[in-house]
């Protein structure tokens, strides 16, 4: 079974950054695609932007040019840096992995809380 932990969240002003980590352990498994999703009070959760094990990528249209995702194969890890902070940004930013073992599955990290102040 895989399972992912997250780091990075906190408090930031408007205008700053943070750096988000997920890694996945476990043992048997091959990472498809790693993201990146968010859930703001009263909101949905969205997707934020995801890379696929060939590296293509997409991102929401409200984080272009502000937000970059990239993976680390070797750590089975993946990074979400943010930058130009907006208060709009602030939600649980959780990291979920598209991954086969045996049969293609999908999880989810526990989340991490992201606040940007005005």
């Known amino acids: 079974q895989v399972q992912l932990v997250e780091s990075g969240g906190g408090l930031v002003q408007a205008g700053g950054s943070l750096r988000l980590s997920c890694a996945a352990s476990?043992?048997?498994?091959?990472?498809?695609?790693m993201g990146w999703y968010r859930q703001a009070p009263g909101k949905q959760r969205e997707l934020v932007a995801r890379?696929?094990?060939?590296?293509?990528?997409d991102y929401a249209d409200s984080v272009k040019g502000r937000f970059s995702i990239s993976r680390d194969n070797a750590k089975n890890t993946v990074y979400l840096q943010m930058n130009s902070l907006k208060p709009e940004d602030t939600a649980v930013y959780y990291c979920?992995?598209?991954?086969?073992?045996?049969?293609?599955?999908?999880?989810w990290g526990q989340g991490t809380q992201v606040t940007v102040s005005s």
């Open positions: 890379v696929t094990n060939s590296g293509s990528t």
């Open positions: 979920n992995i598209g991954y086969y073992f045996g049969s293609y599955y999908s999880t």
């Open positions: 476990g043992s048997g498994f091959s990472i498809n695609s």
